[in-house]
C-alpha cells in the first residue's frame, strides 16, 4: 500500500507519526508542512490530483479550518483520507479523528495514529514493541507539557535531538531501532546523549535569559508575560508559565524567525479559544497564530529599541 503521509514540520509529535507510517505500509511519502501552509497543501493536492498516486493519504498533528474542510469534502480526496489530530475544533467529519482529552489522559497526534494502527494491524509485532510504546508515551507527554508532572524527562530530550538532528536521518535512524533491535526499554544512543547534554546547559542560559527580560503586558484583558524567544519556544513557555502561574493568564512568546506567536499557559484559560480570535489555534495550553499585520498591530507597543538590541546580543 502507497502512502502519502502529511504532518506538522515543527516537533516529535508531527515527526513520530512518519515513522509509525514506516512500520507499517509498504511505501510512505511524507510532507512536512505547518498549521498555516495545510489549507495550500491541500488545494493543491487536489488541483494537481496527485492525491490519485496514492491509496491512501493520512494526515497527522495539523488541525484543519472550516476552508481545508470542505475542499476536501468537495473532493473525491474525502473517500480516501484519514485524519488524526488532538487540536480543538468544531468540524466533524468520517474521516477525521479528533481526540483531545479521556479524563485526566491527554492524547497526541501520534497516540492518537498509534491507536488506531494497534487496532487495525493487530498481527504487527512491531507495534507492540514495549520501546515504540515507551517512545509515543514519551511525546505524548511532551507535546502536552505533563513530562514535569509524570516524571518522564526522554520527550524533552527528543524534542532538542529533534531541533538538532537532520529531520531525514532522525527518522531513519528511530526506524532502525524499532524495525532491527529487540531492546525491551527504548534508549538513546550515544551521540545523542551528548547532544541532550550540550542542550540541557544551552537551555538553561536561555531560560535565564528568557526569564530576565519577560515583559510584562495587558494582551486581549489579560495578564502576560511577553517573550520574544527564536528558539526552545515550548519549553522558554512551559518553564514560565509555571513559574509565574499566579500572577500571570499565560506566556505570549514572538519567534521571528518563524514569523508565529505562540501561547503557553497552566491556568484556567482556554487558549485555543485566545489564539482563534486571532487567525490561530491549538490546545487548551499550547496554542498560536500567524504574524501578520493585524497579530503585530497588538505587540508593537512592547517593541522597544533597549528590548530588540538584547535579542540580537543573545543570539550572536
Known amino acids: 500500500m502507497k502512502i502519502l503521509l502529511i504532518s506538522h514540520e515543527a516537533d516529535m509529535d508531527g515527526l513520530a507519526p512518519s515513522i509509525l507510517a514506516k512500520i507499517v505500509y509498504e511505501e510512505v511519502d ?25 491509496d ?34 468544531k468540524n466533524t467529519a468520517p474521516w477525521s479523528i479528533v481526540k483531545i482529552k479521556d479524563g485526566e489522559y491527554s492524547y497526541s497526534a501520534a497516540s492518537i495514529f498509534y491507536d488506531y494502527l494497534l487496532e487495525t494491524y493487530k498481527d504487527n509485532k ?18 502536552n507539557f505533563e513530562h514535569v508532572k509524570f516524571n518522564n524527562p526522554l520527550g524533552l530530550k527528543l524534542t532538542n535531538i529533534f531541533v538538532n538532528t537532520e529531520r531525514y536521518y532522525l527518522i531513519n535512524s528511530l526506524l532502525d531501532r524499532f524495525v532491527n533491535k529487540d ?22 542560559d536561555y531560560l535565564e535569559y528568557c526569564d530576565k527580560n519577560l515583559i510584562r503586558i495587558k494582551f486581549l484583558d489579560y495578564n502576560v508575560g511577553f517573550s520574544i524567544s527564536t528558539k ?33 499557559g497552566v491556568t484556567n484559560v482556554n487558549l485555543a479559544e485566545v489564539s482563534s480570535r486571532l487567525g490561530g489555534g491549538g490546545h ?9 499585520d493585524d497579530t503585530l498591530r497588538l505587540t508593537k507597543p512592547y517593541f522597544t529599541r533597549e528590548i530588540m538590541e538584547k535579542l540580537k546580543k543573545s543570539e550572536n
Request: a negative charge.
Open 232 to 264: 526552545y519556544r515550548s519549553s522558554v513557555g512551559n518553564y514560565l508559565a509555571n513559574k509565574y502561574k499566579d500572577e500571570l493568564d499565560f506566556i505570549l512568546i514572538a519567534d521571528y524567525n518563524r514569523e508565529s506567536f505562540s501561547l503557553r
Open 30 to 54: 511524507l510532507i512536512f508542512t505547518s498549521p498555516d501552509d495545510i489549507t495550500s497543501v491541500i488545494k493543491e493536492i487536489i488541483d494537481t490530483k496527485k492525491y490519485k498516486d496514492y
Open 126 to 143: 512491531i507495534l507492540k514493541k514495549n520501546s515504540l510504546k515507551e517512545f509515543i508515551d514519551a511525546v505524548r507527554l511532551y507535546d
Open 183 to 204: 531492546d525491551k526499554h527504548f534508549t538513546l544512543t550515544k551521540e545523542e546523549e551528548d547532544i541532550c547534554d550540550r542542550c540541557e546547559k544551552e537551555l538553561n
Open 56 to 89: 491512501k493519504v493520512i494526515i497527522t498533528d495539523l488541525g484543519l479550518k472550516d476552508e481545508a474542510y470542505d475542499l476536501i469534502n468537495n473532493s473525491t480526496l474525502k473517500n480516501m483520507i484519514m485524519h488524526f489530530d488532538h487540536h480543538e475544533t
Open 284 to 292: 487548551e495550553h499550547a496554542a498560536g497564530f500567524p504574524m501578520n
